[in-house]
């Protein structure tokens, strides 16, 4: 009896076991596959981010139009704009910029007391978690103060690192302030004990990149030798106009936010461009090409590169005749008014511009070479031998770099030479990916620490998570697919050689039954039809009434319009003037060879002035590529006017 009770009591247990086992095995398979499903989510958002990046950089050909050409429109008005313009440089100085703004007595953040100390930096800090918003003359005050102490220091720092003095090094932050307070909290604040580096991207996308940026700043002030500012791609006064920073300035400083975009132009580019860690670390923000030259970087004047959407003009480019110095250079500041420039030397010569850029740009990849990084559309992608080639030149070990969102905040790439570092967490969605930061000390392997900020979400497990980013990244995709639906279909119809709706065994028919699952109706079993409005209809909140052309027209180009209008829209008022049509309207005649005078400028604009407010909206500008739109509808040819 004994025997068979032991016999029974074995076989449950392995019944058991193997039940635990196949519990087991379906878990982890559960797991990867939604592991997997958060991977997609995550590529979909950084290939539509690197797009958007894209489009942003090819609008470098627009502005060096306009850069190129409006020295031809009206040299008079050319030299008068040129000497009050000289006039306001003369003005801008700490009293003039914020002496005579006054701060009254009925504020009640925080005033801060120059030279400023630590207590500054607590002080700010309890200030922004209760989102009190600091006034705009000490914000002024701090801008010009870091700008006055950035203009000493060189292209890139160099820092040395002990047992007792372990540095920090911290990625993308976004506007997160979040982030940056769970560092702080993690890691104390900065002190000569405790040296940071933010390798750039302060601000941009989050809600809060003045905050950050005035901590780092006056963090900066009161440990210069201590605390380390990199530039990266977004300290780009251009860049600034698509991503949100320029809206977040003019929101919360109406009166005084022009002065402070402008100041911040120029702050931007006197922003170091590297760090070097006891001489054996390259910190820079985006990479490295083929060509990088570490001499040279140490020697540009970084202050001349103002926007990677400014590249140099033909005037400068050759660089090798005095007759090409006595033209006259353009560049467009930050609050949108043009400013001319006697001399070219006011520029980068081209081959330093782009040796910047690829610092700032540039992201490594697994292939050997060296090739245009068509993702982002500027810079290069690198690979590990380009690596080892940079690293070996200049006796250096290790490159650290920012730039791309990685999943669980860091990730070590080509043989242990490459590190991306950063910093934002819950970057795309919540939940999405972890920050994290690097601490080095000399003799030592780098350290990695990672965070996410814990909101509601975050308690959710992962399914739900993984479902939330899903969601969010398919939004995107859905606007994304509308607004190439005429290319996607006309890839389809090139596929589809039987004219059947379906190809399985191509490239295409595979894009087409991964869009199905979101986008489609089945046209019957292994079917998909790719015909009809249903794209035009995928995205909630499509104007019915409107032709799908247009809605893919205007999905498309919207935020390229976006930024034109700001360009347009100079004194950032959210509305373009007559004055301000008129002078952008100039220029475009001019290089279409198009005679208008005044009077049939100041006729369009009140056509497009829907509301005869006297102004233009941005609604009523995309309105105004509507009706040219439906005009030329009308005028092809079988179209009858029913009007």
């Avoid at 033209?327 to 520029?347: C, D, L």
């Avoid at 209809?537 to 809605?551: I, R």
Wanted: hydrophobic residues 35%; glycine residues 6%; proline residues 4%.
């Amino acid at each position: 009896m004994g025997c068979s009770s032991s016999s029974t009591k074995t076989r449950k247990s392995e019944t058991s076991l193997k039940a635990a086992l196949i519990i087991q095995n379906w878990y982890r398979g559960y797991k990867a596959r939604l592991k997997a499903r958060q991977h997609y989510a995550l590529t979909i958002f950084q290939s539509i981010e690197y797009a958007d990046e894209q489009g942003q950089m090819q609008l470098s050909t627009f502005f060096s139009f306009m850069f190129e050409n409006y020295a031809h429109v009206h040299k008079e008005e050319l030299e008068l704009r040129n000497q009050s313009l000289e006039s306001e440089q003369d003005l801008r100085d700490r009293h003039d910029y914020v002496d005579l703004i006054d701060v009254p007595d009925s504020y009640n953040g925080p005033r801060l007391q120059f030279p400023l100390t630590c207590t500054d930096i607590d002080l700010l800090l309890e200030a922004f978690k209760e989102q009190q918003i600091l006034h705009a003359h000490y914000v002024l005050e701090v801008l010009f103060e870091t700008k006055k102490v950035l203009k000493q220091m060189p292209n890139f720092t160099h820092v040395q690192t002990s047992p007792s003095k372990e540095l920090t090094i911290c990625g993308d932050l976004h506007g997160k302030l979040d982030d940056l307070f769970m560092i702080f909290y993690k890691n104390g604040l900065p002190s000569e004990s405790n040296p940071y580096v933010f390798n750039g991207d302060f601000v941009d996308r989050g809600k809060n990149s003045i905050e950050i940026l005035i901590i780092l700043c006056v963090s900066f002030l009161v440990y210069p030798n201590d605390l380390h500012l990199n530039r990266g791609n977004h300290e780009d006064f251009m860049m600034n106009l698509r991503y949100g920073f320029t809206k977040e300035i003019l929101h919360k400083y109406k009166l005084h936010g022009k002065r402070i975009l402008q100041i911040l132009e120029e702050l931007y580019a006197w922003l170091p461009i590297g760090t070097i860690v006891d001489n054996e670390i390259l910190v820079i923000h985006g990479g490295i090409s083929e060509t990088t030259d570490l001499n040279l970087l140490h020697r540009v004047e970084r202050n001349k590169m103002k926007s990677v959407l400014i590249p140099p003009t033909e005037t400068n480019r050759d660089n090798d005749t005095d007759s090409k110095h006595n033209k006259v250079g353009v560049t467009f500041n930050a609050h949108g008014r043009i400013k001319t420039n006697g001399s070219p030397s006011e520029h980068l010569p081209k081959h330093e511009w782009e040796q910047i850029i690829d610092i700032l740009w540039s992201d490594p990849r697994g292939k050997n070479g060296c090739f245009p990084n068509t993702g982002r559309g500027g810079g290069c992608y690198f690979g590990p031998d380009v690596t080892s080639k940079i690293l070996n030149k200049y006796q250096l070990k290790m490159l650290i770099r920012s730039h791309e969102c990685k999943p669980e905040g860091y990730e070590i790439c080509h043989d242990g030479k490459v590190v991306t570092i950063f910093s934002a967490s819950n970057y795309y969605e919540e939940g999405s990916n972890r920050g994290a930061y690097i601490k080095l000390c000399s003799g030592t392997a780098p350290r990695f620490f990672q965070y996410q900020v814990t909101k509601a979400t975050c308690f959710q497990p992962l399914r739900q998570r993984v479902y939330t980013m899903e969601s969010s990244a398919i939004k995107i995709l859905k606007e994304r697919v509308i607004s190439r639906k005429s290319d996607l279909t006309r890839a389809f119809q090139l596929q589809d050689h039987r004219k059947s709706g379906d190809r399985k065994d191509t490239i295409c028919g595979i894009l087409k039954i991964f869009l199905s699952y979101f986008f489609f109706r089945a046209a019957g079993p292994g079917r998909i039809n790719y015909e009809g409005e249903q794209l035009a209809q995928c995205c909630p909140g499509s104007p019915k009434e409107a032709h799908s052309t247009l809605v893919e027209t205007l999905y498309r180009y919207r935020s390229d319009l976006e930024i034109i209008f700001n360009a347009i829209d100079t004194d950032h008022s959210g509305l373009i003037s007559i004055e301000e049509f008129r002078a952008m309207w100039k220029l475009f005649s001019a290089h279409y060879h198009v005679l208008i005078d005044d009077s049939q400028v100041n006729k369009l604009a009140n056509i497009m002035d829907l509301n005869k407010d006297g102004s233009i909206d941005f609604n009523e500008f995309l309105k105004a590529f509507y009706v040219v739109h439906r005009y030329e509808d009308l005028m092809k040819p079988g179209v009858t006017n029913l009007g």
